[in-house]
């Protein structure tokens, strides 16, 4: 048995962690004595400890962390590993983006001198956006559910036998955004008028190009807000993207181009 200072330094773990690891139940010490009430820990505990340290740093919580130490199924705890595999997948590439965002950002401030001026190179033009025939699927979702429901559009191409025409967009209703629910309606264009699931009318639109990722799109929502109230119009139905080049074209986020639509009327 080791006591719990040679725990520690076996296991490179504070022996107040130790105490806290004892008192939620997530790993008890095979000993205390009755009387001093020293602990003691024993051989086979070392490999949960060294479990729960490398579980830590997949990024379970100690509550999660428990649980899996309580499971016997070997095919719950591999799925649940592989789970956290995307998701650790997921957030480097959130990081990446973002620091390609703030690479952007400073070579726009080195330039300027303005810490802002990244929100003024959108172009807005007036356009008269023609009739669009899509096939859609709109439901409350959260933005990180558009591959599936995507997925779910397409998985209809070959069955209803039609042809998709290249658009590829989110119509967005909600007054307010809330990125893990809101009601969005995603777009795919479709040649077959006649099969379509709805006829997007022709609409006068305030339309910007953003370049880059998704995450800093409501720099171009910013922009073309201001140009509305500015030049005398305000808006008139629900916004929505097209996805022009994504990261399905094998480029860069820096390369991504997205056109930001908001359909317009005279004030």
């Not at 001026?117 to 033009?125: A, D, R």
């Not at 699927?137 to 558009?146: G, I, L, T």
């Not at 379509?196 to 998704?214: E, F, P, Q």
Request: proline share 3%; net charge neutral.
């Amino acid at each position: 048995m080791f006591t719990i200072g040679q725990f520690s330094k076996i296991c490179q773990v504070s022996v107040k962690t130790l105490h806290h690891y004892d008192r939620i139940n997530l790993l008890k010490p095979i000993k205390v004595d009755a009387f001093t009430g020293y602990r003691y820990y024993g051989q086979q505990q070392l490999n949960t400890m060294l479990l729960i340290q490398r579980l830590k740093r997949y990024g379970f919580s100690l509550e999660e962390i428990r649980k899996l130490l309580d499971c016997n199924d070997k095919r719950a705890l591999f799925s649940t590993l592989q789970k956290q595999k995307e998701q650790l997948k997921q957030q480097v590439q959130k990081t990446n983006q973002i620091i390609q965002e703030i690479s952007s950002h400073l070579q726009n401030f080195e330039r300027t001198g303005d810490i802002m001026s990244y929100q003024k190179g959108y172009e807005v033009e007036l356009r008269q956006v023609p009739a669009r025939a899509v096939l859609t699927c709109r439901q409350k979702m959260s933005v990180d559910e558009f591959g599936k429901y995507y997925s779910s559009i397409y998985e209809r191409v070959p069955k209803e036998k039609v042809t998709p025409n290249g658009i590829t967009g989110a119509v967005y209703y909600d007054e307010e955004f809330n990125r893990d629910c809101s009601d969005i309606e995603l777009i795919v264009g479709i040649r077959e008028q006649d099969k379509a699931d709805k006829i997007m009318d022709s609409a006068l639109c305030a339309v910007t190009l953003h370049k880059g990722g998704y995450s800093s799109l409501s720099d171009a929502y910013g922009a073309l807000v201001s140009w509305i109230q500015q030049n005398g119009y305000e808006e008139n139905g629900a916004p929505y993207d097209i996805y022009v080049k994504t990261g399905f074209d094998n480029l860069p986020m820096e390369d991504w181009e997205t056109e930001v639509y908001f359909p317009v009327k005279k004030a």
